[in-house]
Each structure stands twice: as structure tokens, then as C-alpha cells.
């Protein structure tokens, strides 16, 4: 099985600040026939589904707001939220579909101060 | 609009069986792989089985291969979770959900049904 790590666990930031959190995976999850990293990365605000945001490693989503951006290749993956909103509050998991079992992150829980 | 809403969770005692749906709406569900995604209280998330389009391919988690039974009926617009010898350990919050064009992430989620093995 593919192993997707995350970190931090958690983090606390201000609004307006800028946020990194990382995504390792135990197998490159870059497919050589087309170059494309299968890779995911979801929000889960309090109380609700998740919500994908970015596929492909770096695609966001039709009306995904643009602070939100992903990064990465092979095994190392990153999403930045380059300013971060209060609506932000949520935990953050990437999910890789390079292969079955699909499998996710453990999340990183994004808190603001 | 594209909605998925699932039902069919409540408690069950272990060993016993249970068997979810989930009503697709908004979308040629027939043109889309399906899946189901589960969340036990305050974890993370964790990929349960999902479906081909047609049905006629499916795929598990290895915990519940041989227990959990995925299907669809397409002329229904409904996708299916047969749980049978349940465990403690299934207990969590059942997600349906869409496989994106052309990949298996997941682009749609249902709002979820929770499911309870207690005796």
C-alpha cells in the first residue's frame, strides 16, 4: 500500500499570513506515460464532506479561490494557502490515486488565531 | 446540481448486516465511477470500495473484502454498500462519492450516514 504522510498534524496561523503543509508519499505517484502526479488534495471544514480542491498535484478546482495552491512531484507534494482566510478553518487531506487501495493522509488541521 | 444522498446507517450489533444507498442526482451517474469513503469519529479518512461505471468492475480495501459488497443500479441512479459480519471497528461515517473524470479522486461527496457496531 502507498503510505501518504502529512505534515504538520496541526498548525495555527493569522488571517493574512501565508501556510505550507506537506504531503509525502512512500512511491512516486508521477505516471511516466503522461508526466501527471495522481494526487489530490481535499478540505473538510467542521461538521461537513470533504471537498476536493486541487487534483493532479497543482489543478485546482472550478471555483477553488486562487490562495489556494498545489505543488509537488514524485513523492513530495506541498499545498500553500498563500493568505489565509477564517473561512480556511478546516483540516487538509491529500489522497493519492496512483494506485488501489486509494489511500489518504492523516490531515493537517489548519487553525486560526 | 449534483447531489448524492446517502441512507440506510442506524446501529447494528456485530455480526449483523446492514445496507446503504445512496440516490445520485444531477449528473449521468452511469458516466461516472463511484466509490464509498468512511470516517470513524475524529479520524481521518479512508477509502471503503469503489465501482466502475457499469458495475462490473469493483475494488476493496482489504479489511473488508469478503464482508462488503459494492454495486450500483444505474436505471435507479443508485449506489450500494452491502455490509455484512460487522465489526466494532466499521463503526464511522459512510461518504458516497463521485470519481472525477478520468481519475479516482473524488469530485463530489454525499453528506454521509453513520454507521454504529455496538452490541
Known amino acids: 500500500d502507498i503510505v501518504m504522510t502529512q505534515t504538520p498534524s496541526s498548525q495555527a496561523v493569522s488571517a493574512g499570513e501565508k501556510v505550507t503543509m506537506s504531503c509525502k508519499s512512500s512511491q512516486s505517484l508521477l505516471y511516466s506515460e503522461n508526466k501527471k502526479n495522481y494526487l489530490a488534495w481535499y478540505q473538510q471544514k467542521p461538521g461537513q464532506s470533504p471537498k476536493l480542491l486541487i487534483s493532479w498535484a497543482s489543478t485546482r478546482e472550478s471555483g477553488v479561490p486562487d490562495r489556494f495552491i498545489g505543488s509537488g512531484s514524485g513523492t513530495d507534494f506541498t499545498l500553500t494557502i498563500s493568505s489565509v482566510q477564517a473561512e480556511d478553518l478546516a483540516v487538509y487531506y491529500c489522497e493519492q490515486y496512483y494506485d488501489t487501495p486509494l489511500t489518504f493522509g492523516s490531515g493537517t488541521k489548519l487553525e486560526i488565531k | 446540481e449534483v447531489q448524492l444522498v446517502e441512507s440506510g446507517g442506524g446501529l447494528v450489533q456485530p455480526g449483523r448486516s446492514l445496507k446503504l444507498s445512496c440516490a445520485a442526482s444531477g449528473f449521468t451517474f452511469s458516466n461516472y465511477g463511484m466509490a464509498w469513503v468512511c470516517q470513524a469519529p475524529t479520524k481521518g479518512l479512508e477509502w471503503v470500495a469503489s465501482i466502475s461505471t457499469g458495475g462490473g468492475n469493483t475494488y476493496y480495501r482489504d479489511s473488508v473484502k469478503g464482508r462488503f459488497t459494492i454495486s450500483r443500479d444505474n436505471a435507479k441512479n443508485t449506489l450500494y454498500l452491502q455490509m455484512d459480519s460487522l465489526r466494532s471497528e466499521d463503526t464511522a461515517t459512510y461518504y458516497c462519492?463521485?470519481?472525477?473524470?478520468?481519475?479516482?479522486?473524488?469530485?463530489?461527496w454525499g453528506q454521509g450516514v453513520m454507521v454504529t457496531v455496538s452490541s
Open positions: 462519492a463521485r470519481h472525477a473524470d478520468g481519475t479516482y479522486g473524488f469530485d463530489y
